[in-house]
């Protein structure tokens, strides 16, 4: 069992920055791949950045490419979303997950999932 606590959530204005952090519970946290979703109201969750075990790869959804980076602290169980030049279109609950793939981009493939935490981009 893995627990996962996303942290950094806010309200920021348009052009602004955030930093989510997902803490893990586990210490075989670097066995998983690390995965950052999101959902707005009245939306399907949307998958928007993964992160290989070691931190080597990552992948990233086209709307996101350029302005998120995510990334990973093996010693500290934490992956982190910096997120950059931020749009109204970007508001969302955005949740953190763990995979025990190499790198994926289906929610179905994440066995753990954190309770989410809302960014809110205000124009």
């Given amino acids: 069992q893995v627990q996962l606590v996303e942290s ?17 519970s586990r210490r075989a946290f670097s066995s998983y791949a690390m995965g950052w979703f999101r959902q707005a109201p009245g939306k399907e969750r949307e998958f928007v950045a993964s992160i290989s075990r070691s931190g080597s790869d990552t992948d990233y959804a086209d709307s ?5 980076t995510c990334s990973r602290d093996n010693a500290k169980n934490t992956v982190y979303l910096q997120m950059n030049s931020l749009k109204p279109e970007d508001t969302a609950v955005y949740y953190c997950a763990a995979s025990p793939f190499v790198i994926v981009a289906d929610p179905l493939r994440f066995d753990y999932w954190g309770q989410g935490t809302q960014v809110t981009v205000s124009s």
């Fill in 64 to 68: 996101v490419k350029g302005r998120f």
């Fill in 8 to 24: 950094g959530g806010g309200l920021v204005q348009a052009g602004g920055s955030l930093r989510l952090s997902c803490a893990a």
